[in-house]
Structures are given as C-alpha cells and as structure tokens.
C-alpha cells in the first residue's frame, strides 16, 4: 500500500518554527515532484512549495517565499518543509503530496498524504 505520513506538526507561537516531514511507503517517489499544501478551516487546500524530482529546483506560493523552505532526501524518500517565522495565519492542516507529471506544476497531485495539524498562536 503506498503511504505518505506527514509529522511534525504542533503549536507553536508567532514567530517560531516548525519542520515537517512527510516520509513514502509502499513505492519510492524519488524521480517525482513533491510538494507541501495546506488547508485552513473554512478554506480551499492551497499550495505551499513544490520541489524537483533531484531537488535542484524549488516554487513556493507568495505566502511562503522567505520563510519556508522545502526540501528533499531521496536516500531516505523522504521531503522536508522548514518553516520560520510562522504567523496566525499559517494555521492549517499541511498536506504532502506527490505529482507524477514529468513537469511538476501545483496542480493534479496522485497521491497525498493524510496531513498534519500546524497551529500559530499569536
């Protein structure tokens, strides 16, 4: 059964930070683009970051540019989101998913993850 399990997740104050990991089951997804989204209450899943299959080229969303940074181990099939600086606003459920598309994109993801509850007091 392939898996992507998100950790990392917690409360944390304004301005703190959070790394996230989101670690593969089932089949390696190291020739793919990974990528980080997020979903708060009340609002649609948008993306966060997305990163190449050799790690070598990273897009992160306005929201996220110097403050977020993704990253990737393919020994491990493993994907990182380091997150500094985090606002109320970050709040939300973050989800990985892995896009099988030679190209990438922040679209048609085929497989997710279950996500992983952030909270940022302010």
């Known amino acids: 059964q392939v898996q992507l399990v998100e950790s990392g997740g917690g409360l944390v104050q304004a301005g703190g930070s959070l790394r996230l990991s989101c670690a593969a089951y089932?089949?390696?997804?190291?020739?793919?683009?990974m990528g980080w989204f997020r979903q708060a209450p009340g609002k649609e899943r948008e993306f966060v970051a997305t990163?190449?299959?050799?790690?070598?080229?990273?897009y992160y969303a306005d929201s996220a540019k110097g403050r977020f940074t993704i990253s990737r181990d393919n020994a491990e099939d493993t994907i990182y989101l380091k997150m500094n600086n985090l606002k109320p606003e970050d709040t939300a459920v973050y989800y990985c998913?892995?896009?099988?598309?030679?190209?990438?994109?922040?679209?048609?993801?085929?497989?997710w993850g279950q996500g992983t509850q952030v909270t940022v007091s302010s």
């Open positions: 998913g892995a896009n099988l598309s030679p190209y990438g994109g922040t679209h048609g993801y085929d497989y």
């Open positions: 089932g089949r390696t997804f190291t020739s793919a683009y």
């Open positions: 990163i190449r299959w050799d790690g070598a080229m990273a």
